[in-house]
């Protein structure tokens, strides 16, 4: 079992009061031991002005991260940097270091413990000083990592990584389900630091140590500065015994619009644009693909002491509102705030409503489960301001999820927040001809099927069957496969109406078929008759025109199937506003152009009591 983390609020200091305890006593231990011979006190021959400008880079940052140098420390450092004496620097600021560096001639990195304390604070990015005796005079980047550093997840697919553009989060995943992965580790290379080394033969760097655990933390630090770098015999890995302060407990005061207590939602970035809590350390009913959080009334967030910058509202019925938070080095804190709406739907009639979610994300990872249980994707529901949350199962995790399928509202629901499990045809059977969302099931699995496996492969049975139960039935992000290449609907036209077959349209064989512009329009020479690259152009003209009659390439998987099943009445609605917006208009106007009574249901952002 893992240990659980220790909440030691009496023990917590300011970042000031720690550099100056630490300085004071590294420069007992230096002083007491044999000067240079001292752990991390070695002093190199270098050019005093540009290690002066590292060191003033250097303080900057610090002071920009809220961890400043010690005054008294600094004031030692701007006299040896105006005198520009390289040994006096290194021997003020040596005592400072958590760890020494050394790049050899061959460039292969050794690491050595440094003189400065090993303190960290839970729940947020401690600064730490590294120096670098670079041999070698290499201009690389130098890299940090650890073993118990990276996601305490896997399983997160690129298709989704791609989609929400944060394919970081796939990086070095845990798949071995280690327990130990408590850091988060990297190097500070944002201004006034640098990206690479200089080449100077000494300077220093600023790494930056996350621990989402509190207390006594062994954990191994290894350095490199690219493939086939690190140094032979394991000398380039450093383990240290961090003792890590306790976070802060920062409980949320949450008032709705009305002033009732109610479920928010929340983003915190520090200084730098850091989210808060860490994305990769984060499990349920925290969802690490998402950089905001929920918490309700009264619950709590681990923060570090410093300023943030807080986000807060409650889905896109509220104002997504921000402020400054300074969060405190001790004790409890508590942060009130009061959400603001910008429209209230029930004062017209309508209830609040979202008929695509996913339990497991959009397959966003298979462990530490495959998706998350009702009770944390309430949670989601609520901090959105949703009355009705539709949880679709499909293809990845649907052996783990559609236990939690019911006829009715989830058990979890409550009188005015309902949840309600059902199926998105999605990666299995009928996806080719379109992914479509049945909602409110009966029943759960096609007849003759078994669990996800053996369903029709095309779309018109399942929605039949599921609209001879009650259930409403609509395609999924319809605008994928609607677009059109203009080239290929070209060649298409061309083919079908091309009747003596001379590789252009006259306006007899035009007549035949439906042109995308008039004749006189796409003929652009005005020879009389169409070229295929006039019937080229003209398709890329009119596919950013709302309504066009463009052909589109109906390969994807969105709304493929829809003139076939809404003429049937198989189908109540297509899902709009999460594909590209005018292929999704184009589709549903011609749809109602033709007469079929199909529902927009983004645009409907509720339905009607």
């Not at 004071?24 to 240079?36: R, S, T």
């Not at 509202?313 to 080095?329: Q, S």
């Amino acid at each position: 079992m893992r240990e659980k983390p220790t909440r030691r609020l009496d023990e917590v200091v300011t970042p000031a009061g720690e550099r100056a305890w630490g300085l004071w006593l590294c420069l007992a231990i230096l002083w007491g031991a044999k000067g240079p011979d001292a752990p991390g006190t070695e002093v190199v021959s270098v050019e005093g002005q540009p290690l002066a400008a590292n060191v003033e880079r250097l303080s900057r940052a610090l002071e920009y991260l809220g961890a400043p140098l010690d005054a008294r420390l600094r004031t030692d450092l701007n006299a040896a940097s105006r005198e520009r004496d390289g040994r006096r620097i290194q021997e003020l600021l040596d005592p400072e270091c958590l760890a020494t560096l050394r790049i050899n001639p061959e460039e292969r990195v050794k690491v050595s413990r440094g003189a400065a304390s090993a303190r960290l604070r839970q729940g947020g990015y401690t600064p730490v000083i590294l120096k670098v005796v670079n041999a070698a005079e290499v201009t690389k980047r130098l890299k940090l990592g650890s073993p118990q550093a990276g996601p305490v997840y896997s399983g997160m697919s690129k298709l989704s990584a791609f989609r929400m553009r944060q394919p970081a989060l796939r990086e070095n995943e845990n798949t071995d389900r280690r327990d130990d992965r408590f850091l988060d580790v990297a190097m500070f290379t944002s201004r006034p630091m640098t990206e690479q080394l200089s080449g100077l033969a000494v300077e220093y760097a600023i790494a930056l140590i996350y621990s989402s655990e509190a207390g006594k933390r062994e954990a191994t630090l290894s350095f490199d500065i690219g493939q086939g770098t690190q140094d032979l015999g394991f000398r380039s890995d450093l383990p240290i015994l961090f003792d890590v302060l306790p976070a802060v407990e920062t409980r949320l005061r949450v008032k709705d619009a009305d002033g009732s207590p109610t479920m928010g939602r929340f983003l915190f970035l520090d200084r730098s644009g850091r989210v808060h809590p860490p994305q990769p350390k984060r499990f349920s009913p925290d969802f690490f693909f998402q950089k905001h959080i929920y918490r309700a009334d009264g619950e709590i967030v681990l923060l570090s002491p410093g300023e943030y910058t807080m986000h807060y509202g409650r889905g896109p019925e509220y104002r997504w509102k921000r402020r400054k938070v300074v969060i405190p080095d001790a004790g409890g804190h508590e942060i009130a705030v009061k959400l603001e709406r910008w429209i209230d739907p029930t004062e017209f009639g309508y209830l609040s409503g979202d008929h695509h979610i996913h339990a497991a994300g959009c397959a966003h990872y298979t462990q530490p489960s495959e998706g998350v249980d009702p009770a944390a994707m309430l949670r989601q529901v609520k901090g959105e301001a949703l009355h009705v949350g539709c949880v679709l199962t499909w293809g990845p995790g649907f052996d783990h999820q559609h236990k939690f399928f019911s006829p009715d509202a989830d058990a979890v629901s409550e009188p005015m927040t309902l949840l309600k499990y059902d199926i998105e045809v999605s990666g299995f059977g009928s996806q080719a001809l379109g992914h479509v969302c049945l909602l409110n099931l009966k029943e759960q699995i096609y007849p003759g099927a078994n669990g996800h496996k053996d369903w029709p492969t095309w779309t018109l049975p399942v929605l039949e069957w599921a609209k001879a139960q009650g259930g409403v039935t609509g395609y999924a992000h319809s605008g994928s496969g609607l677009q059109v290449n203009a080239a290929a609907a070209a060649k298409r036209m061309l083919a079908r109406l091309d009747r003596n077959d001379d590789k252009a349209l006259d306006r007899a064989e035009a007549l035949a078929g439906l042109l995308t512009e008039p004749f006189a329009t796409i003929d652009a020479d005005g020879n009389g008759s169409l070229a295929l690259n006039e019937l080229t152009r003209s398709h890329d003209r009119v596919a950013d025109q709302l309504p066009n009659v463009a052909i589109p390439e109906l390969n994807g998987v969105g709304a493929q199937e829809i003139f076939v099943t809404a003429a049937l009445g198989a189908c109540d609605f297509i899902s709009a506003m999460d594909t590209a917006r005018l292929l999704e208009w184009n589709c549903w106007y011609h749809l109602l152009n033709c007469g079929m009574d199909i529902t927009p249901r983004a645009l409907k952002s509720a339905a009607r009591r």
